[in-house]
């Protein structure tokens, strides 16, 4: 399925404690599928960076919660 990017924030959800040393910056990202529902999930923020993914583009799903871009075709 193709979901727009809505919103991607930086995850500052780490309880009383910083985050965790080793542990790789994640980006919390809103996403809305083609049927105008939305999703929250976390993504590796390197990813994001490294593939070019923005706000207002479309992307799939992959497993572990990886993100790839993609063209928006119209029905």
């Known amino acids: 399925m193709k979901y727009k990017v809505l919103r991607i924030e930086e995850d500052l959800d780490f309880g009383c ?3 965790p040393e080793g542990q790789k910056v994640l980006a919390v990202v809103t996403l809305q599928d083609e ?3 939305s999703k929250v999930i ?3 923020d390197d990813q994001l960076y490294r593939d070019g993914i923005c706000e ?3 992307v799939e799903l992959e497993q572990e919660n990886r993100i790839t871009k993609k063209q928006w075709l119209p029905h």
């Open 17 to 19: 404690e910083e985050r």
């Open 35 to 37: 049927n105008g529902k």
């Open 42 to 44: 976390k993504a590796e």
């Open 56 to 58: 207002g583009d479309i």
